[in-house]
């Protein structure tokens, strides 16, 4: 079985495009994947998403606005997890980020409003949990698992083998669907560490063992 960790912008484009190819490598995989989104902000997180947007990441405005609609979604992620679980947390998300992705709507309330109806979620219960002094330990918890493996920008996903308890891959950026899907499979070599190698030798610059 594999476990890939996907650390994400809540609002993030780049991390979107990212989360599709995962969920797309997952259903085509001979081999069992199991995944855990993990929503991410930070300074460096929404400079990078502007920079991407093709925005000024150093305007105030720019950067307070895009901050405020970050921390939103991501305690908004959190609430929605404490109060209905992982599964119905990671449809939120990605219903997020398909809405300003691709639809070009802002994250306010109305969204957040409309998403819950979608969804078909209790606005008392979420914002029940929003108020809770447990939120503020579930995004520390994200934050602490963060620092840990030292990933400090989204996307980043990190590939597990619990067959092999000392694997484990990082990749930052974009990742491309067909290495990721030679990496489940094993096509090329069965051994994961000696697959994952081979790989940060052609892509040095946005792989790394953790």
């Known amino acids: 079985m594999f476990e890939v960790f996907m650390f994400v912008n809540p609002i993030g484009t ?12 997952m259903k085509e995989a001979d081999a069992i994947t199991r995944y ?12 990078s998403d502007l920079i991407r947007k093709h925005k000024c ?6 950067y307070n606005h895009a901050s405020e609609e ?16 992982n599964k119905l947390a990671r449809k939120y998300c990605l219903a997020v980020q398909h809405n300003i ?11 957040l409003k409309n998403l819950i109806q979608e969804l078909g979620l209790s606005i008392p219960k979420i914002q029940s949990a929003r108020m809770s002094a447990y939120l503020d330990e579930s995004i520390a918890a994200d934050e602490r698992l963060a620092q840990k493996w030292h990933i400090n920008d989204t996307p980043t996903t990190v ?32 051994d994961f560490n000696e697959l994952s190698a081979s790989l ?11």
């Not at 990441?57 to 720019?62: H, V």
Request: hydrophobic share 35%; proline share 3%; aromatic share 6%.
């Open 36 to 47: 855990h989104l993990i929503p991410l902000a930070n300074m460096k997180t929404i400079q």
């Open 14 to 25: 780049c991390c979107y495009q990212t989360e599709q190819t995962i969920m797309k490598t």
């Open 101 to 111: 992705n691709d639809l070009n709507r802002e994250y306010n309330t109305d969204l």
């Open 159 to 190: 590939i597990f083998n619990d067959e092999d308890e000392n694997s484990g891959l990082i990749v930052e950026g974009h990742l491309l669907h067909d290495e990721l899907l030679q990496i489940i499979n094993g096509n090329e070599s069965p």
């Open 57 to 62: 990441p150093t305007n105030l405005e720019t």
């Open 70 to 85: 970050t921390f939103a979604a991501l305690k908004d992620y959190h609430a929605i997890k404490m109060a209905y679980g």
């Open 200 to 210: 940060i030798r052609l892509h040095s610059s946005n792989l790394r063992l953790l």
